[in-house]
């Protein structure tokens, strides 16, 4: 079955240190890839998206996410997060069972310590 | 005018009680979603109207009825629903065809008891 997988629950960082959020598809045929983030109170909105072409996609606010066919992977980076980076990050994919429709991963807890 | 406005932002109800949630967008999306997400887990599809018709049913109980009254506006009926119900309901609307544009409201915060 199509799927995403994100293995890292919960990520704290200090503020300035480096990021990445991993993302493992489990898929074959057309890859389309999505990193969502849902900040605390707020509602969740599109980092960034994937695709064809270039595999480094950038996004808003900094982020960054390299697509990796070999590796099945669609990782996010930040070379240096910030405390408001404090979030929920979900990786995405449009999913040919459901419609073509947004499926999400389990996501990822970041926070990040001033 | 970018936002997805939902109401009320916080419920809650009886098993017995008949409530609905609304959202309302006025972007010109002709589609239209509704998303349950529990505490610490991801957003999962619940119902798509693409056009003002329902397109997609991701086999919700009977117990959560969708509507969608004119391009605008999205309802959620919910009548006899279950403590396990409880959770942040989301809406959302794109373009038909766009679905990871979509955007997303704030949610309504559902407590059944």
């Known amino acids: 079955a199509q799927s995403v997988s994100q293995h890292n629950h919960h990520v704290i960082l200090s503020e300035a240190a480096s990021l990445e959020l991993g993302c493992n598809y489990s898929?074959?045929?057309?890859?389309?890839l999505f990193w969502y983030v849902q900040y605390p109170g707020q509602h969740l909105q599109l980092l960034l998206k994937?695709?064809?072409?270039?595999?480094l996609v950038k996004g808003i606010k900094g982020f960054e996410a390299e697509f990796i066919k070999s590796k099945f992977s669609f990782n996010l980076r930040k070379p240096s997060v910030q405390w408001s980076d404090t979030a929920e990050y979900f990786c995405?994919?449009?999913?040919?069972?459901?419609?073509?429709?947004?499926?999400f991963g389990g996501g990822t807890r970041l926070m990040v310590k001033p | 005018d970018t936002e997805v406005t939902q109401t009320p932002k916080h419920l809650v109800m009886g098993m017995t009680n008949k409530k609905s949630l609304k959202c309302e967008q006025h972007?010109?999306?002709?589609?239209m979603y509704w998303y349950k997400q529990k505490a610490k887990k991801p957003p999962e599809l619940m119902f798509v109207?693409?056009?003002?018709?329902?397109?997609i049913n991701e086999s919700v109980p009977s117990r959560f009825s969708p509507e969608c009254p004119n391009s605008s506006l999205l309802n959620l009926h919910l009548h006899a629903l279950q403590p396990e119900d409880s959770a942040l309901y989301l809406c959302?609307?794109?373009?038909?065809?766009?679905?990871?544009?979509?955007?997303f409201g704030p949610g309504t915060r559902l407590t059944v008891t």
């Open positions: 959302a609307s794109s373009q038909p065809g766009r679905p990871w544009e979509q955007y």
């Open positions: 898929y074959g045929g057309t890859v389309n």
């Open positions: 994937y695709f064809s072409g270039d595999p």
């Open positions: 995405a994919f449009l999913n040919n069972n459901a419609g073509n429709m947004l499926t």
């Open positions: 972007m010109g999306h002709r589609a």
């Open positions: 109207y693409s056009y003002e018709k329902l397109s």
